[in-house]
């Protein structure tokens, strides 16, 4: 299987006489996974700007200085559009107003993407049976498997007490 990518695409697009930056990103992802996407997953969000609208969750690549004003800025407003299974797949295309709304849409582009990985990585799970064993208890297994080593001979019941006569 090849390594999930995210393909985009920018470009200055003629829109009613104007030039307008436009961006797209597409998912190329196995075939396999992707019928099984299509088939029951279609309408999952990977990107969903109102889960955002506070700020990003630690762990998540922070913006350039230059960038980080206008991705607040695009992610508080209505034109911030929400990135699903179906529309990444599909190719989704935005229009921007200039440069930097392209940037931030690339932005959050690349976030669905990280989250598409993220289902993709369940869906490859489907159909398997898992173990999940905390560090925790894989410590505690190991305790016990070294205190059963060490512990002394079990003494034969019945036998507490009584002395040898011989």
Not at 12 to 20: A, D, E, K, S
Not at 54 to 65: E, M
Not at 154 to 164: F, M, Y
């Amino acid at each position: 299987m090849d390594a999930p990518k995210l393909l985009i695409r920018k470009g200055m697009v003629l829109i009613q006489g104007r030039n307008r930056p436009c961006i797209q990103v597409l998912a190329i992802i196995d075939p396999t996974l992707k019928a099984l996407l299509e088939e029951h997953f279609m309408n999952e969000n990977l990107f969903k700007r109102s889960s955002y609208a506070t700020g990003f969750p630690a762990g998540v690549p922070t913006p350039t200085p230059s960038l980080a004003p206008h991705l607040n800025n695009f992610i508080k407003s209505d034109a911030c559009p929400e990135i699903t299974v179906r529309t990444i797949l599909a190719g989704q295309l935005y229009q921007a107003q200039n440069v930097w709304e392209m940037k931030a849409f690339e932005y959050i582009a690349q976030r669905g993407f990280e989250a598409l990985v993220d289902v993709l990585a369940t869906v490859a799970e489907l159909g398997r049976e898992m173990t999940y064993i905390t560090p925790e208890a894989k410590r505690l297994a190991d305790v016990a498997e070294a205190a059963a080593a060490t512990a002394p001979a079990a003494i034969a019941p019945g036998s507490e007490g009584v002395a040898n006569a011989a």
